[in-house]
């Protein structure tokens, strides 16, 4: 049988627009994740790092990986900072557990940053649509909004998706968000409030946009053979798996599925030898709402175009029969691009090991977290399971 | 021996100020010009145009791959030129008796004499000069009489003037006074392109001079298409040229050096996409704040922009940006053309690509 990986401890900082230099935020990550760990850990027990970062406003862009090994104090093992724009912590979440499945190591640090607010606004803009495909897409006037507000566009035409299901989405996420401390926009909106809210790319509005954060999150890994020296409740992560697609929309196949996240999915699944309805809770990429209706398409837990009918029978709250992002996703908890992913496995740590406070999942045994790279050039689905 | 002038094409700019037409703020010499050649019957009247002379404010650079945006490679084209040296070596080419090809000569209208020179440049007529007979004048879009008619009969004896006269003089004839032509208000090209090892060298003009386009944020900040890069596929970006793979038949776009389908490079043959009735299939109307910052000053001056993903062909999408209609008048469904149109300025340079104006009507159709 194949040897599993294991989350044995995981940190998060408050995702938003904040103080903390780059450095400042991954030692804070890092440290929650050490000091999280039962029974202790010995930094240079760890055998490798990997880190998640798109190197957003130009901070450091080349061998970021090392400062992950300072700040975590693992200086002389091998790091490697791994990139696929909005999904580079899930594919670092990736190379972490392969490294551990195929045993050659015992015990890893994935880690993610990002640091987006302190560029002035037009550095932004400019790094906005960097991970775009950039000689087609963003010569024709597009950052992400843009390509999401495509994909929507096409979406309401095939399935007719009404808007009320975006805001829907942003409504859910925001509540959710309201119990996570550790969330970007700590504030309840409403249905109206989202549907008068400003257009940005058309169908889509402010509040159908995660905001532009700043924040880190960390995961220990280990063999879920050694994981017991760290952890009597380690939580298992029972598949992974990952895809990819063209990089520019007009490539693709099609405008309104990503074939990245199906693949993904289907090979999660099948390493997991779990079904669909044993999870319990997901964690999807909502970077605009459209999103996950897309993520709840594609992942198989709605027909094509049967996703906004899901959102809007409430299904997908807190309470409801199969939460979706209960800690506010990305549209309201935040969205520092490299640490995403990470942040997403962190909240299935907790979550499963039933210490997510008043955002508590009952009874959650499974989880899915799903992490998408741009506007779906690269996806990973990662499953996990109480140990 | 005598030549003609056998075809004469131009394009009006799309845009309208005080009942003034004025170019679109993508449009310019280069974009007008380009669409004006576009409609000229290639060859001219049985004779291979093998040359063309751009005239207008022309980025030399770019007047240097003007060939690929008419979609003849092989072409020679002559930079830009004052009108003095222009006529020139117009005059030297008509005389020369081993010339055996025609001449193209692209100008604004404001060239002809005794036109006061507009403060933008209004339109851009194509000329191509063949061997033949006689004066004449032929096109769809050009009247052989009338005002416009007149005007370029007017320069064609100027041009046949200074041709004699310099028969005449042993000495090069001093440039005629006041007739250097400004357009575009003033606005000078000055960039220089060397090639340096094999690559090119850029030097960003020293006065990248008007208005805001002066702007000194517009350089690169570390993710951005070089201008190589972004010439490599200037054909696609101008016309819409796709590949064909011989061997597997597929179709892709923008052209690739090998075929995504079956990998072979060998059998690779440029298609050139019609750029006419491309269906919509996805929309959204970008708004201020939401846009690269290459584009800001557009942002910042006509606000919202439409983008659209149009198929150019049953394997083929395209994503454009609207111009000339308001933002959100294409819906999924319409049809759009895709037209030659500058961009944005970066690092003293335009980039040009296609944009998509609603699809003109079909003849035949009624409204």
Redesign the interface.
């Known amino acids: 049988m194949r040897r599993r990986a294991a989350v044995v401890g995981a940190g998060h900082t408050r995702f938003g627009a904040l103080n903390e230099s780059p450095r400042e935020l991954l030692r804070a990550a890092v440290d929650q994740a050490y000091g999280s760990v039962d029974k202790g850990l010995t930094p240079l027990d760890i055998g490798e790092g990997f880190l998640g970062t798109l190197g957003f406003s ?1 901070w450091q ?1 080349g061998n970021a990986s090392a400062v992950l090994a300072e700040e975590a104090r693992i200086t002389g093992a091998p790091v490697t900072r791994v990139e696929n724009a909005c999904a580079s912590a899930g594919f670092a979440l990736r190379s972490g557990i392969l490294a551990i499945e195929s045993g050659a190591r015992d015990l890893i640090l994935v880690a993610g940053v990002e640091k987006m607010t302190d560029a002035p606004s ?2 932004r ?6 991970s775009g495909d ?10 992400f ?2 390509v999401y ?6 979406h309401m ?1 095939e399935h007719g998706t009404p808007v009320e299901a975006l805001a829907e989405v942003a409504v859910k996420n925001h509540a959710n968000a309201l119990k996570n401390p550790n969330a970007h926009l700590r504030k309840a909106i409403s249905r109206e409030e989202v549907l008068a809210s ?7 509005r402010l509040f159908d946009c995660c905001p532009v954060s700043d924040g880190a999150a960390a995961l220990l890994l280990a063999g879920e053979d050694v994981a017991h020296r760290f952890t009597d409740t380690p939580v298992l992560i029972a598949g992974a798996g990952a895809g990819s697609d063209a990089l ?4 693709r196949r099609s ?1 309104t599925r990503l074939a990245a996240t199906r693949r993904a999915a289907d090979e999660a699944f099948q390493r997991a030898g779990v079904e669909r309805s044993d999870v319990d809770f997901l964690e999807v990429h909502d970077c605009f709402t459209i999103a996950e209706l897309l993520a709840l398409e594609d992942l198989g837990f709605a027909a094509p175009g049967g996703a906004a009918a899901l959102e809007l029978s409430g299904a997908t709250r807190l309470g409801g029969e199969r939460p979706v992002n209960p800690d506010g996703g990305l549209k309201a908890k935040g969205h520092p691009i490299g640490a995403t992913g990470a942040s997403q496995a962190y909240e299935a740590f907790v979550q499963l090991r039933g210490s997510a406070g008043d955002r508590q999942v009952r009874g959650a045994e499974t989880a899915l977290a799903h992490n998408v790279g741009g506007s779906g050039a690269s996806a990973t689905v990662t499953l996990f399971s109480v140990g | 021996m005598s030549r003609s002038i056998v075809a004469g094409s131009r394009v009006e700019p799309s845009g309208e100020l005080g009942g003034v037409p004025v170019p679109g703020p993508d449009e310019d010499a280069f974009t007008l010009s380009v669409a004006a050649i576009d409609r000229l019957p290639w060859p001219v009247a049985g004779f291979p145009v093998r040359q063309v002379q751009p005239f207008g404010p022309f980025p030399p650079a770019l007047a240097g791959d003007l060939g690929e945006a008419l979609g003849r490679p092989g072409i020679d084209v002559r930079p830009a030129r004052p009108l003095p040296e222009l006529g020139a070596g117009l005059i030297s080419l008509l005389d020369d008796p081993t010339e055996e090809g025609g001449v193209a000569l692209v100008l604004p209208t404001s060239v002809p004499q005794g036109a006061p020179v507009p403060p933008r440049i209004s339109e851009a007529i194509a000329l191509g000069f063949a061997r033949g007979p006689g004066v004449r004048l032929r096109g769809s879009s050009l009247p052989a009489g009338g005002a416009d008619g007149a005007r370029i009969d007017d320069l064609v004896q100027e041009l046949r003037g200074h041709s004699s006269a310099r028969r005449a003089a042993s000495d090069p004839r001093p440039a005629p006074a006041g007739r250097d032509v400004e357009v575009d208000g003033g606005m000078a090209w000055s960039e220089t392109r060397t090639p340096v090892g094999g690559r090119f060298q850029w030097e960003s003009p020293a006065a990248y001079s008007q208005g805001s386009s002066a702007d000194p ?1 517009l350089v690169s ?5 070089p201008w190589p ?1 972004y010439l490599a ?1 200037r054909s696609g ?1 101008w016309r819409l040229a796709a590949a064909e793979c011989g061997a597997c038949g597929a179709r892709f776009f ?1 052209w690739r050096g090998s075929c995504p389908n079956c990998g072979r490079s060998d059998r690779l043959e440029r298609r050139e996409l019609s750029r006419s009735g491309l269906e919509v ?7 201020p ?8 000053l ?1 942002a910042g001056s006509s606000g919202s ?1 439409e ?3 149009a198929r150019a062909d049953p394997h ?6 609207l111009t000339g209609a308001s933002p ?1 008048s294409v819906r ?1 469904g319409d049809r759009v053309d895709a037209v030659l149109r500058r ?1 944005f300025p970066l690092e003293g340079a335009w ?1 040009y ?1 296609l ?1 998509a104006i609603p699809a003109a009507p079909m003849a035949g159709t009624t409204a």
């Open positions: 130009g862009l037009r550095r803009r400019y790094w906005l649509g960097v950039t000689e087609w897409e963003r010569m024709a006037g597009l950052t909004a843009g507000g495509l994909m929507a566009s096409a035409r400003p257009l940005v790319a058309d169908p889509l520019a929309l007009q490539d405008m | 944020w900040e570390g993710a951005y298409l890069t596929h970006r923008p299939e996805a929309t959204t109307v970008v708004h704040g939401a846009q690269p910052s290459e584009f800001d557009q922009y983008v659209v993903v083929i999408r395209v994503t454009l940006q959100g999924i961009l980039r690509g944009k």
